[in-house]
């Protein structure tokens, strides 16, 4: 009998849409895919012919556990493949796995259109985590655009909406709204884990873990089964489990699995030879005489066949499965074939991947059972690769961490404002260093010039104290040089004026006739003379007599330049106001 089935009907949409994300076709590469089927190790390589793919080898091994060793354990299975690869002599490049449809949760999902995938991934995996019998922690979760389906909006009252328009006109039929029909697969993180660490176990380069239902369709799609658009059932014979898959114009349309496991094959049978002829059997090994078992397989296998195609029948009644193909290495194949063709009574066929694959040797041997490794090889050397990769799944955004952002934020303006603040610092220090510098060149530059300044400190004293003293000293000066007798009798050698307002002239005269008559001069002019002390002393230009004169200057002294006589022209020989010339020549 039958065990329960596991898991839920599935349906899949039969239509293709564009890829949300633009991917550049993919050079055909070497790829080799493996199925763990029970005891047994499939194997299916595909390698470049020309612009496109071709199954280059199918091949089997048996997979060689210790007794009571837990099969599901990568430390005990990742050894045994490595095992049965040696055995095969096949080394992998690039490998790919399959997960069976039991370990699989399969979801058909319509969300708004979305055009960015990152953010339908987000939307995917909040639709999903409320319908998944597991933690969206635990699981991994991959999906694939099917198609826009367009949504009718929920009709109103047509009496409200008559009313709502004016003169009671029917309303308009809304627009439908598209939306993206999904179908979406999760698996447990640890089944993903296991398979990885499996792989890894026994030193393969894994590249891909895919979902084994769309493997087999896509076998089918280049065993070139399908009849034009019609629907075709595709019934799988695994040592533990029997997948029933409906599929039609190369897409899947419905899939379903029930754990129902075939007999033992018999190695004697007459007309089924054995999986492994090098390989001795094991004692008691190989069916039971009484036939039975084999017919309550065959039966439970029918009674799982007609309830799927019940279940897809419900689902799409305008597009029933014409025709029914089976497939397997269990030995029971043709008995199942004869039993649907006479239970439904529609065509059935045993499929022969190897006559459409055009196999030849071994391959064509082992292509029955190793549908699933010839369609995960397929399907990963195609263009676009997998439509499931469990290995790399399309990942949602990552939510953004606001206080991680924010503390983020805050670091990157405090180390702007560090920054500027820096920049600023280093602008003011170089303009404090240029001005520094400006000003020592200054203060060297007042340093050379000290004497005269402290000259021109001196001058503008004396000017001050003039000022201060009420008097106009340079009046004075010109007063006297117009009432001073011309230079040809009498020069001055010097003229001081002290603090007491008297002026002191120490002059040089040719007589001491012009010394009289310089004090009567002085005399008429205003000022208060002292008595003359004349003094014999000859120059070299041959002025005589020398004499210091005191004058007061009354306060009552009133001059008038305007009144006085101008002063004699400078004699052409007057060298008193030019520079002393240097020794030593220059000018």
């Given at each position: 009998?039958?065990?329960?089935?596991?898991?839920?009907?599935?349906?899949?949409?039969?239509?293709?849409?564009?890829?949300?994300?633009?991917?550049?076709?993919?050079?055909?590469?070497?790829?080799?895919?493996?199925?763990?089927?029970?005891?047994?190790?499939?194997?299916?390589?595909?390698?470049?012919?020309?612009?496109?793919?071709?199954?280059?080898?199918?091949?089997?091994?048996?997979?060689?556990?210790?007794?009571?060793?837990?099969?599901?354990?990568?430390?005990?299975?990742?050894?045994?493949?490595?095992?049965?690869?040696?055995?095969?002599?096949?080394?992998?490049?690039?490998?790919?796995?399959?997960?069976?449809?039991?370990?699989?949760?399969?979801?058909?999902?319509?969300?708004?259109?979305?055009?960015?995938?990152?953010?339908?991934?987000?939307?995917?995996?909040?639709?999903?985590?409320?319908?998944?019998?597991?933690?969206?922690?635990?699981?991994?979760?991959?999906?694939?655009?099917?198609?826009?389906?367009?949504?009718?909006?929920?009709?109103?009252?047509?009496?409200?909406?008559?009313?709502?328009?004016?003169?009671?006109?029917?309303?308009?039929?809304?627009?439908?709204?598209?939306?993206?029909?999904?179908?979406?697969?999760?698996?447990?993180?640890?089944?993903?884990?296991?398979?990885?660490?499996?792989?890894?176990?026994?030193?393969?380069?894994?590249?891909?873990?895919?979902?084994?239902?769309?493997?087999?369709?896509?076998?089918?799609?280049?065993?070139?089964?399908?009849?034009?658009?019609?629907?075709?059932?595709?019934?799988?014979?695994?040592?533990?489990?029997?997948?029933?898959?409906?599929?039609?114009?190369?897409?899947?349309?419905?899939?379903?699995?029930?754990?129902?496991?075939?007999?033992?094959?018999?190695?004697?049978?007459p007309g089924e030879p054995p999986p492994f002829p090098d390989r001795p059997s094991a004692?008691?090994?190989?069916?039971?005489?009484?036939?039975?078992?084999?017919?309550?397989?065959?039966?439970?296998?029918?009674?799982?066949?007609?309830?799927?195609?019940?279940?897809?029948?419900?689902?799409?009644?305008?597009?029933?499965?014409?025709?029914?193909?089976?497939?397997?290495?269990?030995?029971?194949?043709?008995?199942?074939?004869?039993?649907?063709?006479?239970r439904l009574g529609r065509p059935c066929a045993l499929l022969d991947p190897a006559a459409?694959?055009?196999?030849?040797?071994?391959?064509?041997?082992?292509?029955?059972?190793?549908?699933?490794?010839?369609?995960?090889?397929?399907?990963?050397?195609?263009?676009?690769?997998?439509?499931?990769?469990?290995?790399?799944?399309?990942?949602?955004?990552?939510?953004?961490?606001?206080?991680r952002i924010r503390i983020l934020a805050g670091i990157a303006a405090a180390a702007a404002?560090?920054?500027?603040?820096?920049?600023?610092?280093?602008?003011?220090?170089?303009?404090?260093?240029?001005?520094?510098?400006?000003?020592?060149?200054?203060?060297?530059?007042?340093?050379?010039?000290?004497?005269?300044?402290?000259?021109?400190?001196?001058?503008?004293?004396?000017?001050?104290?003039?000022?201060?003293?009420?008097?106009?000293?340079?009046?004075?000066?010109?007063?006297?040089?117009?009432?001073?007798?011309?230079?040809?009798?009498?020069?001055?050698?010097?003229?001081?004026?002290?603090?007491?307002?008297?002026?002191?002239?120490?002059?040089?005269?040719?007589?001491?006739?012009?010394?009289?008559?310089?004090?009567?001069?002085?005399?008429?002019?205003?000022?208060?003379?002292?008595?003359?002390?004349?003094?014999?002393?000859?120059?070299?230009?041959?002025?005589?007599?020398?004499?210091?004169?005191?004058?007061?200057?009354?306060?009552?002294?009133?001059?008038?330049?305007?009144?006085?006589?101008?002063?004699?022209?400078?004699?052409?020989?007057?060298?008193?106001?030019?520079?002393?010339?240097?020794?030593?020549?220059?000018?």
């Open positions: 009998m039958a065990e329960s089935s596991y898991q839920t009907a599935f349906r899949f949409r039969n239509v293709r849409v564009p890829s949300f994300r633009k991917r550049k076709p993919r050079p055909p590469t070497n790829v080799t895919a493996i199925d763990v089927d029970g005891l047994t190790l499939r194997v299916a390589q595909v390698g470049p012919r020309g612009s496109r793919s071709a199954v280059t080898r199918v091949d089997a091994a048996p997979l060689e556990f210790p007794p009571d060793a837990d099969r599901a354990d990568p430390t005990v299975l990742g050894p045994a493949i490595s095992r049965a690869l040696g055995h095969l002599q096949i080394k992998p490049g690039t490998v790919v796995m399959g997960i069976p449809r039991a370990q699989i949760v399969l979801r058909t999902l319509l969300l708004p259109v979305i055009e960015n995938l990152r953010e339908l991934a987000s939307m995917v995996h909040f639709q999903l985590g409320r319908d998944l019998p597991f933690r969206m922690e635990e699981a991994v979760i991959d999906f694939k655009v099917r198609r826009r389906v367009a949504v009718a909006p929920p009709k109103a009252d047509p009496a409200a909406a008559a009313a709502l328009q004016p003169g009671g006109a029917p309303p308009a039929d809304p627009a439908p709204a598209f939306k993206l029909e999904v179908l979406v697969a999760a698996v447990k993180r640890d089944v993903v884990e296991q398979y990885a660490a499996a792989a890894d176990m026994a030193g393969l380069r894994l590249s891909a873990i895919g979902l084994l239902p769309y493997a087999n369709a896509r076998c089918v799609e280049e065993c070139r089964v399908a009849e034009g658009d019609q629907a075709f059932a595709l019934v799988s014979l695994r040592p533990d489990e029997v997948s029933i898959d409906v599929i039609a114009q190369q897409s899947l349309l419905f899939s379903r699995g029930a754990s129902v496991k075939p007999p033992p094959v018999d190695p004697a049978a004692p008691g090994e190989g069916i039971p005489p009484e036939l039975p078992r084999v017919d309550g397989f065959v039966d439970a296998v029918t009674i799982e066949v007609v309830r799927s195609l019940h279940s897809y029948s419900g689902m799409e009644p305008d597009n029933p499965a014409t025709k029914i193909v089976v497939t397997g290495a269990s030995g029971q194949e043709g008995l199942v074939v004869d039993a649907l063709a006479r459409d694959l055009q196999l030849a040797g071994q391959a064509r041997d082992q292509a029955s059972g190793a549908i699933a490794a010839i369609g995960l090889a397929l399907g990963h050397a195609d263009p676009q690769g997998l439509p499931f990769d469990f290995l790399n799944p399309k990942r949602p955004a990552v939510p953004r961490d606001m206080g404002l560090f920054m500027v603040v820096l920049t600023i610092r280093t602008y003011l220090i170089n303009d404090r260093t240029r001005i520094n510098r400006d000003v020592a060149l200054q203060v060297t530059e007042a340093e050379r010039n000290v004497p005269l300044y402290k000259r021109m400190i001196s001058q503008a004293n004396m000017t001050e104290s003039w000022a201060k003293g009420g008097s106009d000293w340079l009046d004075h000066y010109a007063y006297l040089s117009a009432v001073l007798p011309p230079s040809d009798e009498v020069y001055l050698t010097s003229i001081t004026v002290s603090a007491q307002g008297t002026i002191r002239l120490s002059v040089q005269a040719r007589s001491g006739e012009t010394l009289a008559k310089l004090e009567k001069q002085l005399h008429t002019a205003g000022y208060e003379v002292k008595p003359l002390a004349i003094t014999p002393g000859a120059d070299r230009y041959g002025y005589e007599f020398r004499s210091n004169v005191e004058l007061i200057v009354p306060k009552k002294l009133a001059i008038d330049l305007a009144k006085t006589r101008q002063p004699p022209a400078r004699p052409s020989d007057d060298i008193s106001l030019e520079p002393p010339q240097r020794r030593g020549g220059g000018g």
